[in-house]
């Protein structure tokens, strides 16, 4: 089994509590790995990472290539080194799951892609929020939807276990990029109608902090029940 380094910057409960501050910057978070997703500052759209380029989907339906100066507040990178691949058809998020259950992999991160033909994709992004920030779960009152059906174009996310709640989201937390890269965001539903998962374990997992930003090293957070009925209700 390959197994490799997960770097995450900033928490998911941060998020929650209304941390929008972009806090490292594209150029950075790219020197940490070569795959994976997140948000750029304020809450504006869906960062999604492949090959090392950075496509971020935007509320306003549109995906472009942020500058390596965007700030982002929160992301999942890693070197993408898959260690099992796996066919599919027809597919939906129970058997990516079922997956990683029959691997015995549901108490440590893992790092997945799902590259294919997809029936539907229904996604969404939260348009930009300025200060004061509102709370993770206000913003999903102004989230935009999009859906498209018959698409070609890849997943791409982690899965995070229960034990980890609040540091990422439980269970699978997925991105998607067409294959034209004109349509992407985060996943509300999917159906694969034939594709290929691929994914990898990780041993270890290295949290980076804004520790030079004030808000982060001043705020109180709220209390981790409520922190994850909020992320529950924002994903």
Not at 12 to 39: H, P, Q, S, V
Not at 62 to 71: C, K, M, N, S
Not at 144 to 160: C, D, E, H, P, R
Not at 176 to 181: N, R, T, W
Request: charged share 20%; with cysteine.
């Amino acid at each position: 089994m390959t197994q490799s380094i997960l770097f995450q910057h900033g928490t998911l409960a941060m998020l929650a509590d209304g941390l929008f501050d972009g806090t490292i910057t594209l150029k950075e978070l790219l020197k940490k790995g070569d795959t994976g997703i997140g948000t750029a500052e304020g809450l504006d759209g869906e960062l999604i990472i492949l090959n090392g380029i950075a496509y971020q989907a935007k509320a306003d339906g549109t995906v472009v290539q942020p500058d390596e100066d965007t700030l982002i507040p929160f992301a999942n990178v890693h070197q993408w080194d898959p260690s099992s691949e796996v066919d599919l058809n027809q597919c939906s998020t129970s058997d990516i799951m079922g997956v990683i259950e029959a691997e015995h992999l549901t108490n440590t991160m893992v790092g997945l892609t799902v590259a294919g033909e997809f029936d539907m994709v229904k996604t969404r992004a939260v348009k930009k929020q300025n200060k004061p920030y509102p709370t993770l779960a206000k913003t999903a009152s102004e989230q935009a939807v999009f859906q498209k059906n018959s698409i070609s174009g890849m997943l791409v996310g982690y899965y995070t276990p229960g034990l980890y709640e609040g540091m990422g989201v439980k269970g699978l937390h997925l991105h998607f990029i067409s294959e034209d890269h004109q349509f992407g965001g985060h996943v509300l539903d999917f159906e694969v109608v034939s594709g290929e998962l691929a994914y990898q374990a990780f041993s270890d997992f290295q949290l980076h902090l804004p520790v030079d930003n004030k808000d982060f090293m001043t705020y109180e957070p709220t209390a981790l029940d409520d922190v994850k009925a909020d992320i529950k209700q924002a994903e």
